[in-house]
């Protein structure tokens, strides 16, 4: 019986692997095509300064539909796009779409700020800060419109390489920001090192701070951290009124959240960056 049991594991095994390999073949096969047939599209969060409730900007986060496989959602295709190297593609798609929209507001006279995602095959490549300056360039945006967010694993996977890559980054003038930040392992010596503006404060912490004093121990020390450092802090993933009272009591500068935006369309987007007073906007 045991054997039969252990026999029936290895083909469950074996029939998940399968399952697996053939999903993300699948996704690489499909996404050769995603941006000659209009699948992928931007949504835009809004983010907030915790004083005076003002809308500072959006992060850029990418979306794909395609016709029989649906929404995918970009904590799957991401991974699979860096391994196959589509995300060379995709990642520079993101960072032109983005800039194309931020001038098309500020043609209408909307100014904001584009927060926009690097991946980590995207941030080793050495003409990154080249095509940044070509596309800033070309859209007439000013430096400081445009953030750069990389991951803490990201800027851990080789610290001297990331420091010599943000330092290029933030000669363009460009903003930089490690997200998912608290996730990883940097060392405050390490950080010191990074020529960073923000630090967002990763959401499995803001979750938990109305009930985990763990949680609200580590977002403590993150934020005083990042303020010796003179870097700002950004809280993602806010749902709740509670986690926000917390956060402001702690002085974090900016959220992200449910509580105070979904990704947004861009025309929802365009609306809310429009209203004269955003802040009225907020339940
Ligand atoms: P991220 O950069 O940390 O983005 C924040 C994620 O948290 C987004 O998920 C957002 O929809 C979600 N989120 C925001 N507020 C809340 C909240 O209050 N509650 C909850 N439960 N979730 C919230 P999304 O859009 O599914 O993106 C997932 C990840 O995919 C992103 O994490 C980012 O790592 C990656 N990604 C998205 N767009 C891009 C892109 O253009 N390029 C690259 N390289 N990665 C991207
Ligand atoms: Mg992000
Ligand atoms: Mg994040
Ligand atoms: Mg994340």
Not at 111 to 129: P, Y
Not at 133 to 149: F, G, H, K, N, R
Request: charged fraction near 20%.
């Amino acid at each position: 019986l045991a054997k039969q049991r252990g026999r029936n594991n290895v083909q469950f095994y074996t029939a998940d692997l399968q399952a697996r390999m053939s999903r993300l073949m699948e996704l690489e096969n499909a996404l050769r095509t995603a941006i000659e047939h209009n699948e992928l599209c931007l949504y835009y969060q809004p983010q907030w300064a915790l004083v005076g409730q003002r809308l500072t900007g959006f992060e850029v986060l990418l979306r794909w539909q395609h016709p029989t496989l649906g929404s995918i959602s970009p904590a799957e295709f991401i991974p699979v796009a860096e391994s196959s190297g589509q995300i060379a593609q995709i990642g520079h798609w993101v960072l032109k779409q983005g800039l194309a929209q931020l001038a098309r507001w500020r043609h209408k006279g909307l100014d904001t700020l584009l927060a926009i995602n690097l991946s980590a095959v995207q941030f080793r490549s050495t003409d990154l800060a080249e095509q940044i300056a070509e596309l800033l360039e070309s859209y007439q945006i000013p430096p400081e419109c445009l953030e750069l967010e990389l991951t803490e694993g990201t800027a851990m996977e080789d610290p001297a390489q990331a420091r010599l890559q943000l330092s290029s980054l933030r000669q363009l003038g460009v903003r930089l920001a490690i997200d998912d930040f608290g996730t990883g392992f940097s060392s405050l010596a390490q950080l010191r090192h990074f020529p960073v503006d923000t630090l967002k404060i990763d959401r499995s912490f803001v979750q938990d701070i109305d009930h985990d004093q763990g949680s609200a121990d580590m977002v403590r020390s993150i934020i005083q951290m990042a303020h010796n450092l003179g870097i700002s802090t950004l809280a993602e993933g806010v749902e709740t009124a509670r986690q926000l009272q917390l956060l402001q009591q702690l002085e974090c500068e900016a959220i992200q959240g449910f509580l105070w935006g979904q990704p947004l369309d861009c025309a929802s987007a365009e609306t809310l960056l429009a209203s004269k007073n955003s802040a009225a906007i907020l339940p």
